[in-house]
């Protein structure tokens, strides 16, 4: 059966990742429309589907250099540039100085998610895991900046975007880090 070919594109662990980019893809359309409940669930479902997919590869012998790949793309879109766009769209920049060091974080941060999921391709072998994960994995960046919008927009703890995006920049800092995190 070909979900369960290693060599289909659309194996079923692959499928579980596309659906992931998917709703990647639409919770950024719920973004841009400051739409963000949609968003935040369509995000919450992705990361379900990322740790099936991985789970599913192991289990059924799925596991390729093209999923390797296709699972950072999802990655990056879901748990990278999701995650930013929904907190910085929610803030209430109020300048252009503002605008432009906050919009500046949040570029590191994505420059940074990218960078970590490239590296993390380029030392991994398809179907391996290791006991732990060297630096923050992104999806755990994803919901330290779930917590912070969290913070600011639904308990109101935060309301200054600087201070948002000097522990924006402290997360994308920790991306690329020495910092041990045990894998699950």
């Known amino acids: ?3 369960f070919d290693a060599n289909n594109r659309f194996n079923l662990a692959n499928s ?3 659906a992931n980019v998917a709703c990647g893809i639409l919770a950024l359309y719920f973004v841009t429309q400051k739409n963000f409940l949609p968003a935040i669930i369509l995000a919450w479902i992705a990361g379900a589907l990322d740790i099936l997919d991985g789970k599913v590869a192991r289990r059924y ?7 390797v790949q296709l699972d950072s793309f999802a990655d990056f879109l879901s748990f990278v540039i ?9 803030l209430e920049i109020k300048s ?10 949040f ?3 994505i420059i940074s998610g990218l960078r970590r999921l490239v590296e993390f391709n380029l030392y991994t072998d398809a179907g391996s895991v290791s006991k ?19 913070l600011s927009h639904t308990f109101n703890l935060i309301a200054s975007p600087l201070f948002i995006a000097f522990f924006v920049a402290i997360i994308g800092f920790l991306l690329n880090s020495k910092v041990k995190i045990p894998h699950p």
């Open 1 to 3: 059966m070909k979900l």
């Open 16 to 18: 579980i990742t596309f």
């Open 61 to 67: 012998n799925l596991s390729t250099e093209f999923g």
């Open 82 to 90: 999701m995650p930013a766009f929904l907190l910085f769209y929610s």
């Open 96 to 105: 252009t100085i503002e605008l432009i060091i906050v919009g500046t974080v």
């Open 107 to 109: 570029l590191y941060y």
């Open 132 to 150: 732990y994960f060297v630096g923050v994995p992104t999806p755990l960046g994803a919901i330290l900046l779930w917590v912070l919008y969290l």
